[in-house]
């Protein structure tokens, strides 16, 4: 199995903070990957998908990168109704992975 | 604009099966290049991924749980379905379909259905 490992698995930051959250898979995985973000009692949401295409709806200050074994997920600028957990998901091989969870929360 | 919607009973008693069915709409299933998934989450943990199916028949199960899971698809109705067997309590999980598979695609997921085992 491909493991998903999401660093950190949780951090605390401001409105307006820079926000960087990383992936790293077991293996290669190529650009299948995918990220969400989820709020408390809701589905995943979509965020961005294939490493690097945001979702449709989605707000510009999202944005994906890497490829192969390492991603990144930034938050160019920190607003009230991002706190939520993030996940990382490859899409490479079965059985299809999930990373950990990154809490972020309030400062 | 596909929409994924869950449906079945919210309690199960221990030991049997668990049936749940993920109506598409907005999409047709059938003849369609994609995967059908079905993903859960325990209460306050992470996501794990069941098991898929193509619209073909094709299925691929996560090997933690491929004794007891069975996902098939219904292309006349545009829906597919889970069935999880001899369920304990380890299985109270919100349980999502989703349009989620071995491709660079956009995910779709459903809302989400909340199954507790329990007698």
């Known amino acids: 199995d491909i493991q998903m490992i999401q660093s950190p698995s949780s951090l605390s930051a401001s409105v307006g903070d820079r926000v960087t959250i990383t992936c790293r898979a077991s293996?290669?995985?190529?650009?299948?990957l995918n990220w969400y973000q989820q709020k408390p009692g809701k589905a995943p949401r979509v965020l961005i998908f294939?490493?690097?295409n945001l979702e449709s709806g989605v707000p510009s200050r999202f944005s994906g990168s890497g490829s192969g074994p390492d991603f990144t997920l930034t938050i160019s600028s920190l607003q009230p109704e991002d706190f939520a957990m993030y996940y990382c998901?490859?899409?490479?091989?079965?059985?299809?992975?999930f990373g950990g969870g990154t809490k972020v929360e309030i400062k | 604009q596909l929409q994924l919607q869950e449906s079945g009973p919210g309690l199960v008693k221990p030991s049997e099966t668990l049936s749940l069915t993920c109506k598409v709409s907005g999409g047709s299933i059938s003849g369609s290049n994609y995967y059908w998934s079905w993903i859960r989450q325990p209460p306050g943990k992470g996501l794990e991924w069941i098991g898929s199916t193509y619209s073909n028949g094709y299925t691929n199960y996560n090997p933690s749980l491929q004794s007891r899971v069975t996902v098939s698809i219904d292309t006349s109705k545009n829906q597919f379905s889970l069935n999880l067997t001899s369920v304990t309590a380890a299985d109270t999980s919100v349980y999502y379909c989703?349009?989620?598979?071995?491709?660079?695609?956009?995910?779709?997921w459903g809302q989400g259905t909340l199954v507790t085992v329990s007698s």
């Open positions: 998901q490859q899409s490479y091989s079965t059985p299809l992975t």
């Open positions: 989703a349009r989620l598979g071995f491709t660079v695609d956009c995910p779709h």
């Open positions: 294939a490493a690097s």
């Open positions: 293996q290669s995985i190529s650009t299948y």
